[in-house]
């Protein structure tokens, strides 16, 4: 993957695109698993987070198109391809694992910024900053949801906060009961 290539700030023009790419798969995860678990999540106590994960599916998708505008600008194909999304029937997992994919949305877009900036492109950096600030919203409302604090992402290393809450647990259509969503 191209996180692994990549250290540091300092990446190329096709480095970024691939890069903002995987962002962009992980943006089409987030609005389909938005839109899902807003209709599926039961019980009345969760019944303003389903609201409230309805409005973050339209901020996903707003994501969606900036990021793909960005890719358009360094002259990349956007991607077609959402990364997997996984269920549960439970509402606590439906919100630990949007929490965890928000995590990694907030650490990898830190890190896009400082890439950006690294390569010349501020205004590029400016627009990554505007959706990385609902990002973090969206990681203050799940972690509000949950009871707990928002977690600091910028101490958590890659592979702890992507394998969070995945351990044991299949993709949606495999008929296994899991859950990990954006």
């Not at 599916?57 to 194909?77: C, F, M, N, P, R």
């Not at 990002?135 to 394998?163: F, N």
Request: proline share 2%; net charge negative; glycine share 8%.
């Amino acid at each position: 993957m191209a996180e692994e290539q990549t250290s540091g700030n300092q990446v190329s023009r096709e480095q970024l695109i691939e890069l903002l790419n995987e962002d962009l798969a992980r943006e089409y995860q987030a609005i389909i698993a938005y839109v899902v678990y807003s209709q599926v999540i039961k019980g009345a106590e969760y019944m303003a987070i389903a609201e409230e994960l309805e409005k973050h599916a339209g901020e996903e998708l707003e994501h969606a198109i900036k990021v793909s505008k960005l890719i358009d600008y360094l002259g990349g194909q956007p991607t077609v391809a959402a990364k997997p999304v996984k269920t549960s029937e439970r509402a606590e997992d439906m919100l630990r694992f949007d929490l965890d994919s928000e995590n990694e949305t907030v650490r990898n877009y830190r890190e896009r910024v400082r890439q950006c900036e690294a390569l010349g492109e501020y205004a590029m950096a400016e627009h990554l900053r505007d959706i990385l600030k609902q990002e973090q919203e969206h990681q203050i409302d799940l972690a509000t949801a949950l009871g707990e604090d928002v977690p600091d992402v910028s101490a958590m290393k890659a592979d702890t906060a992507k394998g969070q809450g995945e351990k044991g647990q299949g993709e949606r259509g495999t008929g296994q009961s899991a859950s990990n969503v954006h």
